[in-house]
């Protein structure tokens, strides 16, 4: 995966339309299908207790989530969700790498090349997801950890850029 520039603007609107829209339809959605497995499949209690139709209205909520990841599934190629999209794959992707971080760093301490590719990457996308997350609280200490690693790229000559990070270095 490369990094590419979002426009930061474009990014939020966007979230916020597509989180906006996800929480409607799956609210309505959990209604609607809850609403028609009773009518079809419930007990009908005309007193004020329980109806026991809460298996009912659990089946309506799955059943809401799985149209609406359906959806999500159709739509996420789209231009609209371009950007949406992009920092989704990023954040898993890093969450692969930080759940190796721990040997990825060791391996840096020895100097291995692919260990410093996978963590550049890394300290370069959790850059940009922090700001366009607007998280400027760990900004900082992030960019103390992006000049130490540089120091160290360089005091051993290498040349190492952003690009040159696979997946595949993961491993």
């Not at 497995?37 to 139709?53: H, R, Y």
């Not at 721990?102 to 100097?111: A, E, G, H, L």
């Amino acid at each position: 995966m490369k990094l590419i520039n979002i426009d930061k603007m474009i990014y939020k609107q966007r979230l916020n339309v597509i989180t906006i829209a996800i929480v409607v339809a799956l609210a309505v959605l959990s209604v609607g299908f809850g609403s028609v497995l009773i009518a079809f499949f419930g007990s009908q209690s005309p007193t004020a207790e329980s109806t026991g139709n809460f298996h009912l209205n659990v089946m309506g909520v799955i059943a809401a989530a799985l149209v609406c990841v359906a959806v999500l599934s159709k739509l996420k190629n789209t231009p609209y969700f371009e950007e949406v999209y992009y920092v989704w794959r990023l954040k898993a992707l890093q969450n692969r790498i930080y759940r190796r971080i721990k040997p990825i760093k060791q391996r840096v301490s020895d100097n291995d090349r692919d260990a410093i590719v996978v963590l550049n990457f890394y300290y370069h996308s959790l850059k940009q997801v922090y700001s366009l997350d607007n998280n400027t609280l760990t900004l900082s200490e992030l960019e103390k950890n992006i000049q130490m690693l540089q120091a160290q790229i360089d005091s051993l000559s290498m040349d190492i850029d952003v690009e040159d990070f696979d997946p595949r270095l993961i491993q």
